[in-house]
C-alpha cells in the first residue's frame, strides 16, 4: 500500500528553526510536495522536489531523499503565524496526490 | 486574478440527503481535482477531471460523483448522504495536461451531515 508518514505534532520557540520530516513509501514517483494549512482555511503550496537535494526558498527549505523515501521541510526564524500544519504529499506514478495526515506546528513566544 | 473558488462555504444536510458542491478553477487551469479533508487528517484524493471526463478516481464509492463543464468548472455530487461524509471538501485547480503539480487549493465547503 501507500504511506505518508510525518509527526502529528511538534512545538518550536518563536525565531528558533524546526525541521519537519516526512517518509513515504508510494507506487511510484513524481515529486513531493509541501503545503501550509492553517485551521479552517485550505492549503497553500510551499516546495515541490523531484530530485535529490536542498531547495531553497527564504525561511522555508525542503530536503529530498529518493533513494531513502524521506523528506524534510526546514523553517528558519520561526513567526507566530507559522503556526499550522503542514502536509507532505508525494505525487505517484498515475500522477495522483497522496497525502500525509499533516504535522500540527505550534509556536511559543 | 481570482483564484480557486468554492461554493458554499458551509452546509448542512441530514442522512440519506444528496448534495452538490461546484467548484471555479483558477483562471487558465483546466484540470480539477476533490479531495475530502476529515478533522486532523490530510485531504483524500476523490477523483479529477480533465477535458469534461474523469481521469482519476480515488477509492471513494460511487455514492460520489462529479462533473466538468466545457468553461472547466466542476461540481461534486454525493448522494444517500452518511455521518461520515461530513468534511471539508476540497477543490483543486493545476494548469496543463499529465501532470498535476502545483494545485492550487479553493477554500473548501465544510458539509455536516446529522
Known amino acids: 500500500g501507500q504511506n505518508i508518514d510525518q509527526p502529528t505534532e511538534m512545538t518550536a520557540t518563536e525565531g528558533a528553526i524546526v525541521q519537519i520530516n516526512c517518509t513515504y513509501q508510494?507506487?511510484?514517483?513524481?515529486?513531493l510536495f509541501w503545503y501550509q494549512q492553517h485551521a479552517g482555511e485550505a492549503p497553500t503550496f510551499l516546495s515541490y522536489?523531484?530530485l535529490d537535494g536542498l531547495e531553497e526558498k527564504g525561511r522555508f527549505s525542503s530536503f529530498l531523499s529518493r533513494s531513502k523515501g524521506y523528506s524534510y521541510l526546514l523553517l528558519k526564524e520561526l513567526q507566530m503565524k507559522d503556526s499550522a500544519s503542514y502536509l507532505c504529499?508525494?505525487?505517484?506514478?498515475?500522477?495522483?496526490?497522496?497525502w500525509g495526515a499533516g504535522t500540527k506546528l505550534i509556536i511559543k513566544p | 486574478d481570482a483564484g480557486v473558488t468554492q461554493s458554499p462555504t458551509h452546509l448542512i444536510k441530514t442522512r440519506g440527503q444528496q448534495v452538490t458542491l461546484r467548484c471555479s478553477p483558477k483562471?487558465?487551469?483546466?484540470?480539477v481535482s476533490w479531495y475530502q479533508q476529515a478533522l486532523g487528517q490530510g485531504p483524500q484524493f476523490i477523483f479529477q477531471?480533465?477535458?469534461?471526463?474523469?481521469?482519476q478516481r480515488g477509492n471513494f464509492p460511487d455514492r460520489f460523483s462529479g462533473h466538468q463543464f466545457p468553461n472547466y468548472s466542476s461540481e461534486l455530487n454525493v448522494n444517500a448522504l452518511l455521518l461520515g461524509d461530513s468534511a471539508l471538501y476540497l477543490c483543486?485547480?493545476?494548469?496543463?495536461?499529465?501532470?498535476?503539480?502545483?494545485?492550487?487549493f479553493g477554500p473548501g465547503t465544510r458539509l455536516t451531515v446529522t
Open positions: 483543486a485547480s493545476s494548469p496543463g495536461t499529465g501532470g498535476s503539480y502545483e494545485q492550487y
Open positions: 483562471s487558465g487551469h483546466d484540470t
Open positions: 477531471y480533465y477535458e469534461e471526463e474523469e481521469r
Open positions: 508510494t507506487s511510484g514517483f513524481n515529486g
Open positions: 522536489n523531484v
Open positions: 504529499a508525494v505525487m505517484d506514478s498515475n500522477y495522483q496526490l497522496i
